[in-house]
């Protein structure tokens, strides 16, 4: 199975951005879906956005859409998010997320690899 390993979390004042990545090594999957979701503390992970394996289908949660942006780079076997006008509600612990198939998927348990996570704070 792939080992997923995010980086780039911290935290960043309401407005900022930051840049999120997703590093996979060993079976990387490149030809399917990968997801980030997040969850904030006492609350459900939520999903936050989607793409394809060819890079060109991507899906966004609604409260992020416009906001962040999913891309992937198949030759470093990475998944990034990029993250701008941060507010307070998107302060979680953000995972990256590889599904089995070539269709997006919005729902968690359609995704069986997970990575262990980077905390993102928002400060107001």
């Known amino acids: 199975q792939p080992q997923q390993i995010e980086s780039g979390g911290g935290v960043v004042q309401a407005g900022g951005s930051l840049r999120l990545s997703c590093a996979a090594s060993?079976?990387?999957?490149?030809?399917?879906?990968k997801a980030w979701f997040r969850q904030a503390p006492g609350k459900e992970r939520e999903f936050v956005a989607a793409?394809?394996?060819?890079?060109?289908?991507?899906n966004y949660a609604n409260s992020v859409s416009g906001r962040f942006t999913i891309s992937r780079d198949n030759a470093k076997n990475t998944v990034y998010l990029q993250m701008n006008s941060l507010l307070p509600e998107d302060t979680a612990v953000y995972y990256c997320a590889t599904r089995l198939h070539e269709r997006l998927s919005d729902r968690s348990s359609e995704y069986p690899y997970w990575g262990q996570g980077t905390q993102v704070t928002v400060s107001s």
């Open positions: 793409i394809s394996g060819s890079g060109l289908s991507k």
């Open positions: 060993g079976r990387t999957f490149n030809a399917y879906v």
